[in-house]
Structure formats: structure tokens, C-alpha cells
């Protein structure tokens, strides 16, 4: 799978958007960019994934650029809930392959 | 969206002993789990693969005799730390593996060996 890079920590002000990068350039054709989070203490929470299309939910929006070698994950309105750690992860397509999770970027939602 | 329940949450048990964790997929079958173990400020490490009805397979450097995997039906894993000491003290966390290949996580367990 392929390797993502992160920044270590955000910070973003409650009910702004926050808008966290991953890059992905070793990426391949049919990898697909996923995204978790973790907050502390608690198993990861799938949030959003996508191949190549802009994709939404009622959680985030996920923008891949056009050449697919970094991707950013929208939180509309952040909200001190949304404090956790954000982990980006290149994976396989469907058939069988494991998470691998990076260091992700730890986001702090403040008032 | 699917639930995974992984029982206990906290579990302190003395040096020497054995503990067990139990990883449910309570709405869906799960013919794959994965159990992870994370320690403090540090990533998810996957441990091993577990698959239904087959023996477990281990990531490079996982003792497979002191990490013990049952995957014995589709909707039960259990992952036993044997002869527990201070530095298995760990979060460990089971995913399990949907019909779409999602992965659905527990709710981690926190291992204090005293």
C-alpha cells in the first residue's frame, strides 16, 4: 500500500471549517484514499473514503486532487467533538487488504 | 452503521496471568477480524489476522503462543494474552471486516498488567 504524509497537528476554531491535507504520491491506479479517526481512547471511526471523485457524507467532504497524489478531508463546521487524531490510508482495492495506519494528524477544535 | 463490540474495556490483571478479549460483530458476519494494539501517543499496529474457522495469521515480530486467536464462529473473535507481564500493558483494538470490505472497529480495550 501506498505511503501517505500528514502534518503531526492542526488547530482549528470551533464552527470553522477544518481542512486536513494528506499526501499520497506513490499512490496506484486502484488504491483507494480512506479516512479515519480516532478520538482518544476509542477504537478509529471510519469517516469517508474515495478513488478519484470528490466525495460527501454527513460527516466530511474528501477532495482528491486530479492526478490522485494528495487528497484533503473537509470538516464543514468543526466542533470541539471533532477533537482526534486523523489518520489518512492508501488501500487496495476491494479484494482483501489490511489498514495500515501512519501518525495521522492530530486536530485540536478549540472554543 | 455496523457495530463491533469488543468486552472489556479496562482490564487490569496481575503479572503472570491470562486475559482474554472478546471482539462481537453484533449486526453483521464477520468471516475477517483484525486485532491491533497501540501504545501510548503511537499509531495502530496490526498483530494479526484473524479469519474464521483457520488459524490466525501474525504480523512480523507478534508472538503467535503468547497471543493467543480464536475466530471460532462469524461473529466472535477473542485474542488471549497469556502469561501476562507489565510491558503487554497496551490498547489493544479488533476491527472487523464487512461485506464491502469495510473495516468497523471496536471500542478498544485497555490492558494494565500490574
Known amino acids: 500500500d501506498a505511503k501517505t504524509t500528514q502534518p503531526p497537528s492542526m488547530d482549528c476554531a470551533e464552527g470553522r471549517a477544518a481542512n486536513l491535507p494528506c499526501n499520497h504520491s506513490?499512490?496506484?491506479?486502484?488504491?483507494?484514499v480512506y479516512w479515519y479517526r480516532q478520538i482518544h481512547s476509542q477504537g478509529p471511526q471510519y469517516i469517508i473514503h474515495?478513488?478519484?471523485n470528490n466525495e460527501t457524507n454527513e460527516m466530511a467532504s474528501l477532495i482528491i486532487t486530479e492526478d490522485r497524489k494528495s487528497s484533503t478531508l473537509i470538516l464543514p463546521h468543526a466542533t470541539l467533538r471533532d477533537t482526534a487524531v486523523y489518520y489518512c490510508i492508501v488501500r487496495g482495492g476491494l479484494g482483501y487488504s489490511t489498514l495500515t495506519f501512519g501518525k495521522g494528524t492530530m486536530l485540536l477544535v478549540s472554543p | 452503521g455496523a457495530v463491533v463490540s469488543q468486552h472489556p474495556s479496562r482490564v487490569i490483571c496481575k503479572s503472570g496471568t491470562s486475559v482474554k478479549i472478546e471482539c462481537r460483530s453484533l449486526?453483521?458476519?464477520?468471516?475477517?477480524m483484525f486485532w491491533y494494539r497501540q501504545f501510548p501517543k503511537k499509531s495502530l499496529m496490526l498483530m494479526a489476522t484473524?479469519?474464521?474457522?483457520?488459524?490466525?495469521?501474525?504480523e512480523q515480530g507478534v508472538e503467535k503462543d503468547k497471543f493467543l486467536i480464536n475466530h471460532a464462529s462469524l461473529t466472535l473473535s477473542t485474542l488471549t494474552v497469556t502469561s501476562a507481564h507489565p510491558e503487554d500493558s497496551s490498547f489493544y483494538i479488533c476491527s472487523a471486516r464487512g461485506q464491502r470490505d469495510e473495516a468497523f472497529f471496536g471500542q478498544g480495550t485497555r490492558l494494565t498488567v500490574v
Open positions: 506513490t499512490i496506484s491506479g486502484n488504491e483507494y
Open positions: 484473524s479469519n474464521e474457522g483457520s488459524k490466525a495469521t501474525y
Open positions: 474515495g478513488l478519484k
Open positions: 449486526d453483521f458476519q464477520a468471516t475477517t
